[in-house]
């Protein structure tokens, strides 16, 4: 691929609804003239606003070539499990640095079209926990409990997932504090369809959704699944998948991140059988669809920024719920 046929990509993508072709991104005027190579003014006379293919995007005001982002994409998406950046640096040939922005770009991009996603049929649920590995002491006299909380480290927190069952198979997943109650229902209250069944285990976390939706319960102590509607092995099977990303691709998953790290692993999940040039579009297109990042944009120039929490990631809700921009 030369650099204007990967030029080409980034058109379609951020103009896919105009056949490709460029249009005034703050007033939508489809009448723009090229001031510069790859740059154009809009014509209406209240707005002149100039742009390039990239402005306004997460991918804004990039320094890679065209076609160093599309292989960094396509890199990107060829892995079940996750890529980690470390890897791509190598095969780019490109700073660390580079890398670990651009696949947190990708991520933060995947993550935020979660808000619209609503599950139907019989949706599982079910939650995971990530993080907080205390290291026992070496002789045994000298251990503690790791299960009490008191001996917790405070870094240890929860994937909450649910999924679809049946030929749809989508599935959202988001980090939370914990597996709670109020987490839960909001998942459930705002990304699950009325009249959608679910299924669960004996957590008493679920025990605030029976209002919302019909459920069938799950107990793991007398059964892995008590009747064959009350199975969980399709959450089961995402968790399995996310574990071996986590130790595996990643081998640490800071806390800060892990929402972003949920929303890729059910991304990869919901994908794994998709052709590699369709999922290197979709993604492209996904990543140009979204604002500037406020949590990337100058991460490494802002100390301070890498100390803050997550810009639109609510804690209680589970899951980033604010535009980027």
């Known amino acids: 691929m030369k650099e204007e046929d990967a030029y080409r990509w980034f058109e379609r993508a951020r103009w896919h609804d105009n056949g490709g072709k460029p249009y005034c991104p703050v007033c939508g005027n489809l009448e723009v003239f090229s001031i510069r ?15 390039s293919v990239t402005s306004g995007t997460i991918l804004a005001n990039r320094k890679l070539k065209f076609r160093t982002l599309v292989m960094a994409i396509a890199l990107a998406v060829q892995s079940v499990k996750g890529k980690a950046a470390t890897e791509l640096k190598r095969q780019l040939g490109v700073d660390y640095k580079t890398a670990f922005v651009l696949l947190h770009k990708l991520r933060e991009a995947i993550a935020a079209q979660r808000e619209d996603l609503k599950l139907d049929d019989v ?9 907080g590995h205390i290291r026992p002491e070496n002789k045994a ?39 709670r109650g109020d987490v839960a ?22 025990d605030e959704l029976v209002g919302l939706a019909s459920m069938v319960r799950n107990d793991h102590g007398k059964a892995y699944v008590e009747t064959p509607d009350a199975s969980t092995n399709q959450a089961e099977s995402f968790f399995s998948r996310a574990r071996r990303g986590e130790i595996g691709i990643y081998h640490h998953v800071a806390g800060k991140y892990l929402d972003w790290y949920a929303a890729e ?22 990543a ?22 997550l810009v639109g990631w609510n804690p209680l809700s589970g899951m980033q719920t604010a535009p980027t921009g």
């Open 37 to 51: 190579r790859r740059r154009f003014r809009c014509t209406a006379k209240e707005c002149k606003h100039e742009f």
């Open 123 to 131: 949706v599982e649920m079910d939650g995971m926990y990530v993080g």
């Open 141 to 179: 006299e000298d251990r503690i409990d790791r299960r009490l909380a008191e001996n917790q480290t405070g870094k240890r927190m929860a994937i909450i997932v649910m999924r679809e069952r049946g030929d749809g198979n989508r599935t959202l997943a988001a980090a939370a504090p914990d597996e």
């Open 185 to 206: 229902w909001h998942l459930v209250r705002n990304h699950v369809r009325d009249g959608a069944g679910l299924c669960a285990d004996q957590h008493k976390s679920y």
């Open 265 to 286: 692993w059910a991304w990869r999940e919901d994908y794994r059988r998709m052709d590699f040039r369709s999922l290197a579009k979709g993604l492209l297109r996904q």
């Open 288 to 309: 140009l669809g979204q604002p500037v990042s406020r949590n990337m944009a100058g991460y490494w120039q802002r100390p301070n920024k890498r100390d803050q929490p």
